[in-house]
T-cell receptor, first 110, second 114 residues
């Protein structure tokens, strides 16, 4: 059974710092991996999608990497801003069903 | 760009009542997924449909049923509501062969059972 773990569960950093969020999964036979952002009580916004054959994807200040063989992905956020405060969810896709991690609650201190 | 539309945004029901949640996928998306997210929890897969047929089933209670219609919109019907059904319900859609294209989620329906 696929399990997705995100570390840390919560993170507070001063504005302007670069940070890394970690995601690990137990079954490396995945189609792709998606990172989502969720603001409190709101929907899920897709940030980056990495196919199983890819190593990384970039969008603005965000960079996500994927090491499928070791079951790991990281989301790198450069020059963090207070508006980045949210919960970040990692989700792996296999058998046309996505399994979410429990998320990292990120708080950027002004 | 068009997104996944869910209605209603908020719903308050009493115990033992029935609720119907609606999801309108992005045009040309033929696969719809339903997820339930309890307070402080990660989203849990309920059920999915591909080309109007149920394609997969997760931890969906027998009190819940869903279907996808000819226009590809989907409805989640929830009967005999319990307090524990209070949650955010998300719908997502994907293109044919959705595995490779990722998923787009709607803004969710917040159901409160009192």
């Amino acid at each position: 059974k696929q399990e997705v773990t995100q570390i840390p569960a919560a993170l507070s950093v001063p504005e302007g710092e670069n940070l890394v969020l970690n995601c690990s999964f137990t079954d490396s036979a995945i189609y792709n991996l998606q990172w989502f952002r969720q603001d409190p009580g709101k929907g899920l916004t897709s940030l980056l999608l990495i196919q199983s054959s890819q190593r990384e994807q970039t969008s603005g200040r965000l960079n996500a990497s994927l090491d499928k063989s070791s079951g790991r992905s990281t989301l790198y956020i450069a020059a963090s801003q207070p508006g980045d405060s949210a919960t970040y969810l990692c989700a792996v896709n296999r058998d046309d069903k996505i399994i979410f991690g429990k998320g990292t609650r990120l708080h950027i201190l002004p | 760009a068009a997104g996944v539309i869910q209605s209603p945004r908020h719903l308050i029901k009493e115990k033992r009542e029935t609720a119907t949640l609606k999801c309108y996928p992005i045009p040309r998306h033929d696969t719809v997924y339903w997820y339930q997210q309890g307070p402080g929890q990660d989203p849990q897969f309920l059920i999915s449909f591909y080309e109007k047929m149920q394609s997969d089933k997760g931890s969906i209670p027998d009190r819940f049923s869903a279907q996808q219609f000819s226009d590809y919109h989907s409805e989640l019907n929830m009967s005999s509501l319990e307090l524990g059904d209070s949650a955010l319900y998300f719908c997502a859609s994907s293109l044919p062969g959705g595995a490779g294209y990722g998923y787009t989620f709607g803004s969710g329906t917040r159901l409160t059972v009192v």
